[in-house]
């Protein structure tokens, strides 16, 4: 954490591509690599890389049956995913509640 980064903000879920594939996984129990490729729009190997980087994390789990992959989200991701929200909602605090209107000049 820097003076910059509120408590649970978290690097690896911050990168856009990461955070929508939580996202993704975050309300069901499994979900199946092609959809993941096709919601995000990443090429196997490109999907497989950030995949790749959440597994080393520790936030997400994939598992092969023969020419099937499917991808979950474990406790940690969730736990992380959890974090990550609660820092950027404190990082934003009330910025987005109401924004100022603005004039038109007469």
Known sequence: MSALHPPG?????????RLTLVSLLAPAVHVEFAY?????GLSDSALSKQIGTLQEAGYVELQRQGRRATVRLTA????A???????????LGDTLQAAPEVSGAG
Not at 36 to 40: I, K
Not at 81 to 91: E, I, Q, S
Request: aromatic share 4%; glycine share 6%.
């Open 9 to 17: 903000f978290n690097e690896v879920l911050h990168a856009p591509v």
């Open 36 to 40: 993941l490729r096709e919601a995000t």
């Open 76 to 79: 940690e991701g969730r736990h």
């Open 81 to 91: 995913l959890t974090g990550h929200a609660a820092a950027l909602r404190a990082l």
